[in-house]
């Protein structure tokens, strides 16, 4: 059975940090692509940040650029994000997914709440 299951969110203060972890099993993990997304409210789900299969390259969306660090662990199945410098606009279901070149998969999210 395929599944991502990220953990770590809850509530942090501006300016805090919080790490969220996806873990995988049930399908050939370091052949993956993983990406963390994230779905406020009212809004579209958007990339926040992707790691290639090797962890070598990594690429950010602007606005978490320089706060944000995205790594994994392909011995553990384990994809990592680690987010310093929390703002209340980084407020959202993070959710990450797994892509191949012909199969995709997603978890079922975990709620970050950046709030005084």
């Known amino acids: 059975q395929v599944q991502l299951v990220e953990s770590g969110g809850g509530l942090a203060q501006p300016g805090g940090s919080l790490r969220l972890s996806c873990v995988a099993s049930?399908?050939?993990?370091?052949?993956?692509?993983i990406s963390w997304y994230r779905q406020a409210p009212g809004k579209m789900r958007a990339l926040v940040a992707r790691?290639?299969?090797?962890?070598?390259?990594?690429n950010y969306a602007d606005s978490v650029k320089g706060r944000f660090t995205i790594s994994r662990d392909n011995a553990k199945n384990m994809v990592y994000l680690q987010m310093n410098s929390l703002k209340p606009e980084d407020t959202a279901m993070y959710l990450c997914?797994?892509?191949?070149?012909?199969?995709?998969?997603w978890g079922q999210g975990t709620q970050v709440t950046v709030s005084s």
């Open positions: 997914a797994g892509r191949s070149t012909t199969l995709e998969y």
């Open positions: 049930g399908f050939a993990f370091s052949n993956y692509a």
């Open positions: 790691i290639t299969t090797d962890g070598a390259n990594t």
